[in-house]
């Protein structure tokens, strides 16, 4: 029977640290090798067989997964903020790191991080690029209104990025030099750039074969649309990798960090190890929400009657991730359930009426 090998890799842009070890520890072989595919594949040929592997997640650590997933027994990938043996080491390079990365393999100590699917995680990529190009349009409509701040113009700031009305500002405005005015076109030019972009990149995502029917139940919640629904779906990939609501809520980052020691406990602010792309989608749906949503609006008024609107938008956002969770689960259309027991109760009080 063959012993099975257990390989750490150090992942980096252009090379890859390796460590290949027994179950004792004792190391096989160690090296770097380039992250050009003829390379590993090279690489590959040579690796004695079976291994399982780990890697630490990067910006390069998806493609080289789907690389070597096909010739691995099994392959993970380790979340680096719960790292702490190799942050915390006090020699530090990428040989130790590889060597450190195979030993928490054997041991079964590895921090493993969940890795989407290849076809989830191009979603993924595109839904994130769409934030890109929502963030740029916005920087050049602000970039516009300052321009004309800068020279002293009047304007209306709800009438501003509309096409007809920015049109007729530049025509009528005296006290704008010719060269601010080419610099509001090219402003008022890339933010309809961008805003083309990202609505085509949205509505592809809809289209989508994998997300359309799901994105269709997760909208039938009062108050989540289009972009919450689709990041949701995106980001979170398989919903049953949450136990409960609480470990959904702490993935978002909607839960307070905590710190005990020694019987005492002390609560800090929302934590920053989420995923910041829900969080962010999240908050701003929850601030608009409860206008759509009688049962968010309770949550929101309860807690904003308590002195804390910040509390009360955080709550909102809490009992949507409660509510995502659920249809996500069940696969099934959002139903608040003071309803579904009205209809419970309807259905037997018709089942239980005597046939006419």
Request: charged residues 25%; contains cysteine; positive net charge.
């Amino acid at each position: 029977m063959n012993s099975l090998y257990y390989l750490g890799l150090d992942v980096h842009k252009k090379t890859i640290s390796y460590c290949l070890k027994l179950v004792d520890g004792s190391i096989v072989a160690e090296g770097t090798v380039s992250t050009q595919r003829k390379s590993l594949e090279a690489w590959l040929r040579q690796l004695p067989k079976p291994w399982c592997g780990a890697m630490e997640a990067t910006l390069f650590t998806g493609w080289i997964y789907d690389f070597l997933l096909p010739h691995a027994k099994s392959l993970q990938v380790a979340h680096p903020a719960m790292l702490k043996a190799i942050s915390a080491s006090k020699k530090k390079n990428d040989k130790v790191d590889a060597r450190m990365l195979a030993d928490l393999l054997r041991c079964n100590l590895l921090p493993v991080c969940y890795m989407a699917p290849p076809e989830l995680r191009e979603l993924r990529r595109l839904l994130r690029y769409r934030s890109l190009m929502v963030r740029q349009a916005v920087r050049m409509k602000n970039k516009t209104a300052g321009l004309l701040m800068e020279v002293g113009a009047e304007y209306n700031k709800e009438k501003l990025h509309q096409a007809g009305y920015f049109r007729d500002l530049l025509e009528t405005v005296e006290e704008v030099p010719d060269s601010v005015k080419d610099l509001l076109k090219i402003s008022r030019g890339a933010a309809e750039l961008f805003d083309e972009a990202q609505r085509r990149l949205v509505l592809g995502l809809l289209r989508n074969p994998l997300l359309k029917q799901r994105v269709e139940r997760l909208r039938s919640i009062r108050g989540v649309g289009e972009i919450l629904a689709l990041t949701w779906a995106v980001e979170v990939g398989e919903p049953s990798r949450f136990p409960t609501v609480g470990h959904a809520l702490s993935y978002c980052g909607l839960t307070s960090a905590q710190i005990s020691s020694a019987g005492k406990e002390q609560r800090a602010p929302i934590s920053k190890q989420r995923n910041k792309h829900l969080q962010t989608i999240l908050i701003e749906a929850a601030k608009v929400a409860p206008l759509w949503n009688p049962q968010l609006k309770l949550v929101h008024e309860r807690e904003k009657n308590r002195g804390n609107p910040n509390r009360a938008t955080l709550a909102v956002a809490r009992k949507l991730v409660a509510y995502l969770l659920a249809v996500d689960r069940s696969g099934q259309q959002f139903q608040p359930r003071a309803i579904a027991e009205k209809e419970s109760r309807c259905l037997e009080e018709q089942v239980a009426m005597p046939a006419q």
